[in-house]
């Protein structure tokens, strides 16, 4: 018998579900995913390392790499973007540098969350799916 990771309570083996808290179960295989891509997930949002597993194709293997790894070319479309709007003259390179902070920042808490092996996505990027 499995317990709840949130809530401390028991779980009946091959639930999906906590009876006490409702919170989602992993299975053992998604458990050994994370633990085998924690690293490479958290490579994924450090610059050019995003290549990695592009080159390496691990991402086509791994669900939870291949959520970072989308959530990271999604940053570096965001970063283009704010290139690109740097090139409207007046206010273009204020809201660029706002931009690219704001970018920065949902990069540093993706990687806390990538090492400590969670999926959580943000309100906007959920829809946003570049790799199928």
Known sequence: MAFCGKCGAQIPDGAKNCPSCGTTTQTQAQKNDIE??????????IGVLILVPLITGKYKTSPFLKFHFNQAI????GYVVGMLISLIPYIGSFV???LGLGIFVL?????IR????ETKTFPILDKIKIIK
């Open 107 to 111: 990069q540093v808490i993706s990687i």
């Open 96 to 98: 660029s540098v706002i």
């Open 36 to 45: 085998a891509n924690k690293i490479m997930a958290v490579i994924t949002y």
């Open 114 to 117: 990538a090492a400590k092996g």
């Open 74 to 77: 999604i940053f570096c479309i």
